[in-house]
């Protein structure tokens, strides 16, 4: 069983910068790919970026150069950095871990959800 975390959500002016933090605990969570996934109301949920164990990263091509996504496996915890924030980025930023090998961009693979954390972008 794992348990995900996520925190560092908040409104920000487009062209900002937020750094969202999700904490694993659960026993070989380290050993697990990760990814975070985004949300608006109406909407299914949408891959933004993910890592594998090895620290190995995959981007949507829509945040690609914007967004960095990284993880402490010492601490159990991924980052998602996001800078040059657009308002088209809003939405509810979820982080997912599988067990399996390998990111996944679809959300039906993943079997561990954090609550999410909020990132409103105004314009």
């Known amino acids: 069983q794992v348990l995900l975390v996520e925190s560092g959500g908040g409104l920000v002016q487009a062209g900002g910068s937020l750094r969202l933090s999700c904490v694993a605990s659960?026993?070989?969570?380290?050993?697990?790919?990760m990814a975070w996934f985004r949300q608006t109301p109406g909407r299914e949920r949408e891959f933004v970026a993910g890592?594998?164990?090895?620290?190995?990263?995959y981007y949507a091509d829509s945040v690609k150069g914007r967004f960095t996504v990284s993880r402490d496996n010492a601490k159990n915890t991924l980052i998602l950095q996001i800078n040059s924030l657009e308002p088209e980025d809003t939405g509810n930023y979820y982080c997912?871990?599988?067990?399996?090998?390998?990111?996944?961009?679809?959300?039906?693979?993943?079997?561990?959800w954090g609550q999410g954390t909020q990132v409103t972008v105004s314009s």
């Open positions: 997912a871990a599988r067990t399996s090998a390998g990111v996944s961009d679809n959300s039906k693979d993943y079997g561990y």
């Open positions: 659960g026993r070989s969570a380290s050993t697990y790919s």
């Open positions: 890592v594998m164990w090895n620290s190995e990263t």
